[in-house]
């Protein structure tokens, strides 16, 4: 979304736009947004950080439970070369039970099975 050349722009920006819940995003994640920013676009993280200061972003911190979690993922995984962040995501997903993650990452997010339900509503669609 903080991109506008990428060529996801428009889906990302009218998801988030139109979203009327409470969007949370796993504390691992920063660092890769922080790193996609710098690449590109230096001064979007501070747009992030705004986010977060105004509580418009909830930033989840990852809990003990979270990082066993993980654990298990990265094994059952570890075929797909699914990382630290994308199963602290899904971990946390999973805790927080919600049946819906806003990702472009859809090789690892739709092969990857949550506990809580069958699959995940990936967004944008």
């Known amino acids: 979304m903080l991109d506008a050349d990428d060529g996801d722009h428009v889906a ?3 998801l988030l736009a139109g979203a009327h819940e409470r ?11 922080d790193w996609l920013c710098g690449r590109r676009h230096r001064d979007a ?6 986010q977060i200061e105004t509580e418009a972003l909830v930033v989840e911190e990852l809990l003990l439970e979270d990082y066993r979690r993980v ?8 075929d797909l070369r699914v990382g ?6 899904l971990a946390v997903v999973e805790r927080l039970r919600e049946p819906k ?3 472009l990452d859809h090789r690892h997010f739709s092969v990857m099975r949550p506990t809580h339900v069958d699959a995940l509503e990936l967004l944008p669609g």
Request: aromatic fraction near 8%.
């Open 84 to 89: 630290f962040v994308d199963a602290a995501v």
């Open 71 to 78: 654990r298990v993922l990265l094994a059952t995984y570890a």
């Open 45 to 50: 993280f501070t747009l992030v950080l705004d």
């Open 101 to 103: 993650l806003a990702t």
């Open 12 to 14: 990302c920006t009218s």
């Open 23 to 33: 969007r949370v995003v796993p504390a691992p994640v920063l660092s890769e947004v």
